[in-house]
């Protein structure tokens, strides 16, 4: 497996796996990675010739006042990971690289970068589709994998290759859970053991979004508010956010029909955590 930190070395080795012909999948992450994101390397070793993964803390996509500084980092260990997973090519590079001085150009998904998350992390999309185009523009990848827990990312990302025709495959793929049922993310590693308790609480309240719609109940608000009431009476939870949108357009919805997601944000403490379920072509997914 080959470190690569620089734009020179990068580009030297796609353009010759270009020339081969060789299909490239490609998955970008912050580092710190756990089960999710191996997840995507496999599914990227399974369907392509060879599988660049990036390894860069975007401070583009951090606010103010948000954990950029803290983020967890651990190049050895993920290096260990990814060279036991048989990816050929891991590009890390330093910040300098990715926005030499004077970088002023970013890419903005209007409407959907507002909504959701948005909503609390001003700036945030347009960070991620900055850097996720400009990484897409270096690997020049046939596939991109994401994962569903960050739901908005993936329908946002899906939205900016669209517009801007860019010729790659968003490939999706679903969530990964902890034995109890937390979804897996890199910033689990804040929680005490007791807050990791109480975040089991949004993974409950989806259980709970699924079991009324399994029942019949089809009006939104309705489940949105049971939700709520669930998530409220665990005293280590603070809601950011609750919402029942369109798959597509992450407008609210008053009744659940095929193409539902059910996103929310919640506190406890201070760390931000997500979650979400999918209805897809009628059918849950979470
Ligand atoms: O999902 C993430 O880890 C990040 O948002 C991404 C896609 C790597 C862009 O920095």
């Known amino acids: 497996m080959e470190i690569v930190s620089t734009l020179t070395e990068l580009q030297k080795r796609i353009h010759t796996w270009k020339k081969q012909g060789q299909k490239i999948g490609f998955v970008p992450t912050m580092g710190f990675l756990h089960e999710g994101h191996l997840s995507l390397v496999r599914e990227s070793k399974r369907r392509s010739d ?156 989806l259980d709970l979004a699924e079991k009324l719609m399994v029942e019949g109940e089809r009006e939104a608000g309705r489940i949105r508010e049971k939700m709520i009431e669930l998530i409220s009476a665990e005293p280590l939870a603070r809601i950011d956010y609750v919402e029942i949108v369109d798959l597509k357009t992450l407008e609210r919805l008053e009744t659940i029909g095929d193409q539902v997601l059910i996103a929310l944000a919640v506190f406890i403490g201070r760390t931000r955590l997500i979650d979400n379920l999918r209805i897809v072509s009628g059918g849950i997914e979470k």
């Open 50 to 205: 060879v599988t660049v993964v990036s390894i860069f803390v975007n401070p583009k996509q951090f606010g103010p006042a948000e954990d950029y500084q803290v983020y967890p980092r651990d190049p050895e260990r993920d290096r260990a990971l990814l060279e036991r997973e048989g990816v050929e090519l891991v590009f890390y590079p330093p910040v300098e690289v990715m926005y030499p001085e004077g970088y002023k150009t970013y890419v903005e998904v209007e409407d959907l970068q507002d909504k959701l998350c948005g909503k609390s992390r001003p700036g945030h999309f347009r960070g991620v589709c900055t850097v996720v185009l400009k990484l897409f523009n270096l690997v020049q990848p046939d596939e991109a994998y994401f994962g569903w827990k960050d739901a908005q990312q993936v329908i946002i990302l899906q939205k900016m290759v669209e517009d801007l025709n860019l010729p790659v495959k968003i490939v999706p793929l679903p969530l990964v859970r902890d034995h109890d049922g937390l979804a897996l993310s890199s910033r689990n590693t804040y929680l005490s053991p007791e807050e990791r308790r109480a975040a089991l609480v949004l993974k409950k309240s």
